[in-house]
Each structure stands twice: as C-alpha cells, then as structure tokens.
C-alpha cells in the first residue's frame, strides 16, 4: 500500500522486494502496461520473471487483457467489504490491515466453502458450492419429510384397520339386535318399546347411591326440582299439573 502520488516503476519495485522477503517459492509475475523496462529487471535480479501484459494491437474497443482478470477479480472480492467500499482510513497502514482482514475472511470462506450468495458470484468456483450447499440442505429436509410420510402412512395403516374391526363388530351387534327382535315377537308379542328418557340416568344415581334415595332427593339430583312430581298413589310419581294462569282483564 503505497500513496497515490508515487510513480509506477517505485510502487513495482518495492512490491517486488517485499514479495521476495515474504514468499520467496514465487517465480512469476505480471504486471501492467504503466510498468516499465526497470521493474522487470528488477524481478530478474531477484529470481521473478515479471511479463508486461500489454494490449492486443489489433483489438479494438473494450477488449479484456490477459491476466487483468483476477487482479480485478481480488478487488472485487475485497471491495464486498464495507470497510473497503469506501476511502474510510487516513493511513495507509490502516488500509494494509483491513485488506489483510478481509482477504483473510475472503480465504477462510473459500477453505470452508461458505460463501454467501453475493461472494459467490465473484469467486470462480463458489457458485457450484454454494449450490451444492442448497442442494444438500433440499436433500436433508426430503429425508425427513420422507420419514414423516411413512410414519404416517404406518398410522393409516394401524387406523384402517381398528376401524375395519370397529365396523365389523358394528355390524355383527346390529345382526345380534335384529335376531333377539325376531326371537322375541315369534309368538306375537310386539317388541319392546323404547326405554323412557332418564331411565338410564336414574338407574346410575342407584348405583352410585347403595342405600337408595328419597323422591325427593331424586328429582333434586336429576335438576327436575321439588316441586314438580306428586303421588298420587303409594310408590306411583306424577308430574305436577301447572297451575292455569287466569285470564288478564283489562280496566278502564
């Protein structure tokens, strides 16, 4: 990181020599067409061949260059970091360590293959993992969706058949019922009646009660209140008449 005022054949030396002290295992570079005739002699002396990539001659309008490509493919990447966005720093150290941060999580991310979507377009080869990725989340969540299905599918299976059992057994009472009716009217006696609305209620309240009740307190316990049954006989209960309402006259 250098000002912006120092000339082209200073910055490419200096890159140069910090690139020998730091990675000594590279042994080519490129550089572009603003870079002279010295900086490439300058990588000589140090063991880097430095390739100017010039222009192709014949090419005319916005023609891509050879290898610019990825240098503007790393200031993408870094420039998706906001800190980098804009000119937020007043040195130029402050510059180096928030490129050295955000090259490092630009790695990071390619190492562990989680580059979010607006990464990934700019990294070659992120967006097959990125879709990758998504196609494994699809794949997890249809195998569970699956296991659900055949959990209850196994529900439907044990339900139709409790249900088949039930209607079975439906069907045979009602067979029972039929041939008891027929049994019973076979010498003409008419079958029985219905049984009258609270029968079954009252028989529960003696069972419930072993030492039996009072008229009284059977009406009380079926809510039919006191007041509403006579006996008119010994052990024969009635309901109570209502009193008639007299006429209402009108007075003048």
């Known amino acids: 990181m250098v000002a912006a005022s120092g000339h082209d054949d200073a910055i490419g030396i200096a890159l140069l020599d910090n690139v020998a002290a730091t990675a000594p295992t590279v042994t080519k570079g490129w550089a572009d067409a603003p870079f002279k005739q010295t900086v490439v002699e300058h990588g000589a002396r140090l063991g880097i061949d430095v390739e100017i990539v010039q222009r192709d001659p014949g090419a005319r309008g916005c023609t891509p260059a050879p290898k610019r490509c990825v240098v503007e ?4 990447a870094l ?17 180096v360590a928030v490129i050295h941060w955000s090259m490092s999580d630009v790695m990071l991310r390619r190492l562990t293959r989680s580059a979010p979507p607006d990464l990934a377009r700019c990294i070659p080869g992120e967006r097959e993992w990125a879709v990758r990725v998504l196609l494994d989340k ?48 076979e010498d003409g006696t008419p079958p029985p009646g219905p049984l009258p609305p609270g029968y079954h209620e009252i028989l529960a309240l003696f069972e419930q009660n072993g030492d039996g009740l009072r008229a009284r307190e059977l009406c009380r316990t079926l809510g039919t209140g006191t007041g509403t049954g006579t006996e ?16 209402e006259t009108n007075s003048r």
């Open 73 to 76: 493919q790393t200031f993408g």
């Open 79 to 95: 420039l998706l970091h906001r800190r980098l966005a804009q000119d937020y720093e007043r040195r130029s150290a402050g510059s």
């Open 138 to 185: 699809i794949e997890a969540r249809q195998r569970l969706v699956r296991e659900t299905v055949e959990r209850l599918r196994e529900q439907i299976t044990e339900l139709t058949g409790q249900l088949a059992v039930a209607e079975h057994t439906l069907e045979r009472l009602e067979t029972d019922r039929e041939t008891v009716l027929e049994l019973a009217t």
């Open 232 to 247: 008119p006989e010994s052990g024969l209960f009635a309901l109570t008449p209502p009193v008639p309402t007299p006429p």
